[in-house]
């Protein structure tokens, strides 16, 4: 069974932080690289972070020095520890392959606001 469950995600103020968690099934983990996508209001969905099965990581630019992507290959789980947040990281956060290459789960939702 394909399954992808983030969690996470809530309302903070500017400048606050956030930890994401993305619990995958183990077919879809286990030896895939899995990134963090955002998809705003209005806007197309971007990929936000990635990890290789080896723990290498890639950030767009909207992240970088401010996310820290992590992954735990025992629990089949990955992370996002955002920090410094910005209203315009406003969005739903999703989790999947990197290439995405499954069924997007629900995401959750990140609002920044004051």
């Known amino acids: 069974q394909v399954q992808l469950v983030e969690s996470g995600g809530g309302l903070v103020q500017p400048g606050g932080s956030l930890r994401l968690s993305c619990a995958a099934s183990?077919?879809?983990?286990?030896?895939?690289?899995m990134g963090w996508y955002r998809q705003a209001p209005g806007k197309q969905r971007e990929w936000v972070a990635w990890?290789?099965?080896?723990?290498?990581?890639t950030y767009a630019d909207s992240g970088k020095g401010r996310f820290s992507i992590s992954r735990d290959n025992a629990k089949n789980t990955m992370y996002l520890q955002m920090r410094s947040l910005k209203p315009e990281d406003t969005a739903v956060y999703y989790c999947?392959?990197?290439?995405?290459?499954?069924?997007w789960g629900q995401g959750t939702q990140v609002t920044v606001s004051s």
């Open positions: 999947n392959t990197f290439p995405r290459w499954h069924s």
């Open positions: 183990k077919n879809i983990f286990s030896g895939e690289n």
């Open positions: 990890i290789a099965n080896d723990g290498v990581t």
